[in-house]
């Protein structure tokens, strides 16, 4: 089935709100070949799997559908192509490692990664995640209008995971742009000059990190960086070998801050809207802290700020009876997946008190399941709790025009002023 007219991901009002035309791919076309030109990727057959459990058979079968090429981005021209490699040049090589990795070589790097990103690590990180949200609401404390994201939503994510990375304050501004360079290319279409400009400032991260690194391998310290360096795979893990290489761990940082800080930031941000159109909810939280975690998991499942990612067949195969020949792109719609009517009972609908929202794939599912996942829960809640403790009432700033971002993978308001009374 190929219905190009149906189906205009980067169409302004796609990308704006895309759950109509989510749920017409489910009804109409659940398997749907899409022409790649549409995605800035001329040539290339891109298949768009938008119910749940056609979704959740691809992410469960890695042998059939790899992830090598994960990361839905349009493809350079020879042009850029040979720009991109200049500056390539200038740092370490780019390689592979968890979200664009299969088994076995990905189970290794998710076991080395593992060692380093524990459970205590979390744990430890977490009164300094509370701290840097108290700070920065005693800041707008008392204002009747605040930019949200500014003020709350992008700093949290973007300064908890500098808290795991051991970034210091001096540096933090540099974080922040470097994230944002870092995804400034993914889901949507940017300039070629906008591309050399991300590669570029990959580059500076990339001799920021191997410093920090290098500085590790000479004074090991109690942190995640030289946990990283020093992890090794002993006998009784599934698979053994080396430890990780200067450009596998400079990939595996990078992957941590760019999957973390966006995502996050969409997450508050959303959970500000829903709360401030059902007031009932945000009164219920002040009342009883323990409801905050079903509001998260309802508000993950409703927003989806990561919409979709992609997958290729690695042999010829079929989804839900549509066949996908061997190479195809497989574009797994985690955003459609979690409002399918079929699992979530009148699924637009928000309601932490519905039973059936943990089966969301909002942190996707099988061996790439988010690895920071407990990590962003616990932003959102920590978030939530202390907003909880200074905020009366919240409200959206009438006339502003809520607008996404234009990206079709990573859903997020551009900004959002809300407006706040207090306790
Ligand atoms: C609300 C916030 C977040 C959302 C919605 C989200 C979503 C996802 C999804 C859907 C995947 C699966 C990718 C796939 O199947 O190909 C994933 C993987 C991943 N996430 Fe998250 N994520 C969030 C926060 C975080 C945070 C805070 C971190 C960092 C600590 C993180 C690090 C990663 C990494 C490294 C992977 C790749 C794992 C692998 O391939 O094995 N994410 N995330």
């Known amino acids: 089935m190929n219905d190009n007219d149906q189906f205009d991901p980067l169409s302004p009002d796609v990308l704006q709100s ?33 119910r749940y459990e056609d979704v959740r058979t691809v992410l469960l079968d890695p042998a059939t559908f790899s992830s090598r090429a994960a990361i ?51 744990s430890a990180v977490e009164p300094e995640v509370r701290a840097i949200c108290v700070e920065l609401a005693k800041a707008f404390d008392g204002a009747p209008v605040v930019d949200f994201m500014a003020g709350y939503a992008v700093p949290i994510p973007v300064r908890t995971v500098a808290v795991v990375l051991e970034v210091p304050d001096s540096r933090q501004a540099d974080f922040k742009r470097w994230a944002d360079y870092s995804v400034s290319a993914i889901g949507r279409s940017i300039s070629d000059d906008e591309r050399v400009i991300a590669q570029r400032a990959i580059v500076e991260q990339q001799h920021y990190f191997a410093h920090e690194i290098e500085k590790r391998r000479a004074l090991p310290r109690d942190d995640f960086l030289s946990d990283l360096l020093n992890a090794r795979l002993t006998q ?29 930031a969409s997450l508050l941000t959303e959970l500000m809207v829903l709360l401030a159109d059902h007031p009932d909810r945000w ?6 802290r323990s409801r905050i975690p079903l509001v998260v ?16 067949a690695t042999g010829d195969t079929s989804i839900g009876g549509v066949a996908i020949p061997v ?10 997946a979690n409002r399918d009517e079929d699992v979530f009972t009148d699924s637009d609908r928000f309601d932490p008190d519905r039973r059936d929202q943990l089966g969301h794939l909002a942190f996707g599912k099988g061996p ?48 959002l002023q809300v407006s706040f009374t207090y306790r």
Request: proline share 8%; with cysteine; glycine share 8%.
């Open 327 to 336: 190479g195809s792109t497989v574009w797994v719609m985690f955003g459609s």
């Open 297 to 312: 998991e309802e508000a993950l499942r409703l927003s989806s700020p990561n919409q979709g990612l992609f997958r290729v």
């Open 18 to 50: 895309p759950w109509a035309a989510y749920a017409a791919l489910r009804r109409e076309h659940p398997v749907m070949r899409l022409d790649g030109e549409r995605i800035g990727r001329p040539g290339e057959d891109v298949y768009c799997v938008s």
């Open 283 to 288: 009164e219920a939280i002040k009342a009883d």
């Open 236 to 264: 009784h893990d599934e698979v053994s070998g080396e430890p990780l290489t200067m450009p596998e761990m400079l990939s595996i940082i990078r992957q941590i801050q760019v999957a973390g800080s966006e995502t996050t």
């Open 72 to 122: 839905p981005a349009a493809r350079p021209s020879p042009e850029l192509r040979a720009r991109l490699r200049e500056v390539i040049a200038e740092g370490w090589p780019e390689v592979s490692t968890m979200l664009t990795e299969d088994p076995p070589s990905h189970t290794r790097y998710r076991s080395l990664v593992s060692k380093a990103f524990t459970p205590r690590r979390l």
């Open 368 to 415: 790439h399941y988010c690895l920071g996942a407990a990590l962003a829960r616990m932003e959102a809640r920590i978030g939530l709790d202390v907003l909880a403790d200074h905020v009366d009432t919240i409200g959206i700033e009438p006339g502003q025009g809520l607008t996404y971002a234009p990206s079709y993978v990573l859903r997020g308001l551009e900004s």
